[in-house]
């Protein structure tokens, strides 16, 4: 069983930054894609970024390019997600997501479906 101990949201004022830290409990996360997605109050999970297995390869929703990075120390069998000029849009529960091997068609690295694990969620909330 995969578990998942995720930190670092929190509240935050437009424009701050916050990093959400991933740890995984497998013996090696070499092998796993990590993926982060969040859901607001009323809205459906949204891929937010993709680390890919496969070539290295990272993945951003188009409303957070530019401004999150997504990182990996499998080292360490963590995942990071970088948030930088957060707006209240970014608002939301932010999962972390693991799946073993890579995802076959890049294009579907924000489909749920693509994951098999799942952690709890962590709150971000961008208010001033």
């Known amino acids: 069983q995969v578990q998942f101990v995720e930190s670092g949201g929190g509240l935050v004022q437009p424009g701050g930054s916050l990093t959400l830290s991933c740890a995984v409990s497998?013996?090696?996360?070499?092998?796993?894609?990590i993926g982060w997605f969040r859901q607001a109050p009323g809205k459906e999970r949204e891929g937010v970024s993709c680390?890919?297995?496969?070539?290295?390869?990272?993945y951003y929703a188009d409303s957070v390019k530019g401004r999150f990075t997504i990182s990996r120390n499998n080292a360490e069998n963590a995942g990071y997600l970088q948030m930088n000029s957060l707006k209240p849009e970014d608002t939301a529960v932010y999962y972390c997501?693991?799946?073993?091997?890579?995802?076959?068609?890049?294009?579907?690295?924000?489909?749920?479906?693509?994951?098999?694990?799942w952690g709890r969620g962590t709150q971000v909330t961008v208010s001033s």
């Open positions: 680390s890919s297995l496969q070539d290295g390869s990272t």
């Open positions: 497998v013996s090696s996360l070499d092998y796993y894609t």
């Open positions: 997501a693991a799946r073993f091997g890579y995802i076959w068609d890049g294009a579907n690295w924000n489909r749920t479906n693509e994951y098999d694990y």
